[in-house]
């Protein structure tokens, strides 16, 4: 069985451009989130997609963050314009069932903003 | 909000030698348990994970962890490390009422001597 993916490994990107990163979760797991680790910090939520509904956003920082998940498949995160304090890694995970149910992680975007 | 506290952030021992990673949250509720290792290069897995039932938790690779509830403590050890077990180790929460939003803890990054 294929894991999360994600893609692309790694993107280095100036302030002010536009990235989007993308997640494909385990296939079947109707629950996708996504999470941020910000050097030297905790791994922090940022959102939660249940099929292709957002069900909490409420991590995200603010607006120039925009998460995706048409069809219910995999998903995208944009961000736009980019600021030099979005650098970190970007963590994408899926579970099948939303409650008490192991969520899987994808192997990370590491994104730097220059 | 939940927060959780791991100490020690960096722990470096040697082979054979036994490993305790401290792991302490703040919430009043009844919550679900994990530790998650990344190894080098790698991403993120489940090492083991406490819902309910017997507090003594065994996981991969040799680990374990005891959830002490009146102590909010999810303490991970291993009788005898491996150099193999150098990673950084995370200890994660999430309320069974809430949406399954994981709150990590900072990470321990453990290096193992030969």
């Given at each position: 069985e294929a894991g999360v993916t994600q893609f692309p490994s790694h993107s280095v990107i100036e302030k002010g451009q536009t990235v989007t990163l993308r997640c494909d979760p385990i296939s079947g797991h109707d629950n996708?989130?996504?999470y941020r680790r910000v050097m030297g910090k905790e791994i922090k939520f940022l959102l939660h997609f249940v099929k292709e509904s957002k069900q909490d956003e409420s991590g995200m920082p603010?607006?120039?963050?925009?998460?995706?998940?048409?069809g219910g498949t995999y998903s995208t995160l944009k961000v736009q314009p980019a600021e030099l304090e979005d650098s970190g890694v970007y963590f994408c995970a899926s579970s099948f069932r939303t409650y008490t149910d192991t969520q899987y992680f994808g192997p990370?975007?590491?994104?730097t903003v220059l | 909000?939940?927060?959780?506290?791991?100490?020690?952030?960096?722990?470096?021992?040697?082979?054979a030698a036994s490993l305790e990673l401290g792991c302490n949250y703040s919430y009043g509720g009844t919550?679900?348990?994990?530790w998650y290792v990344q190894y080098p290069g790698q991403h993120l897995q489940l090492l083991l994970k406490y819902f309910s039932g017997d507090p003594l938790v065994k996981g991969i690779k040799g680990f374990e962890a005891e959830f002490i509830k009146s102590k909010f403590s999810f303490?991970?050890?291993?009788?005898?490390?491996?150099?193999?077990?150098?990673?950084?180790?995370?200890?994660?929460?999430?309320?069974?009422?809430g949406?399954?939003?994981l709150a990590f803890g900072k990470g321990?990054?453990?290096?193992?001597?030969p």
């Open positions: 996708l989130y996504w603010n607006n120039r963050f925009l998460a995706e998940r048409t990370g975007t590491r994104l | 909000a939940q927060s959780v506290s791991q100490h020690n952030h960096h722990v470096i021992l040697s082979e919550v679900n348990l994990f303490n991970l050890r291993k009788p005898s490390v491996q150099w193999s077990d150098t990673a950084e180790y995370f200890c994660a929460v999430t309320s069974i009422y949406n399954n939003r321990n990054q453990v290096v193992v001597i």
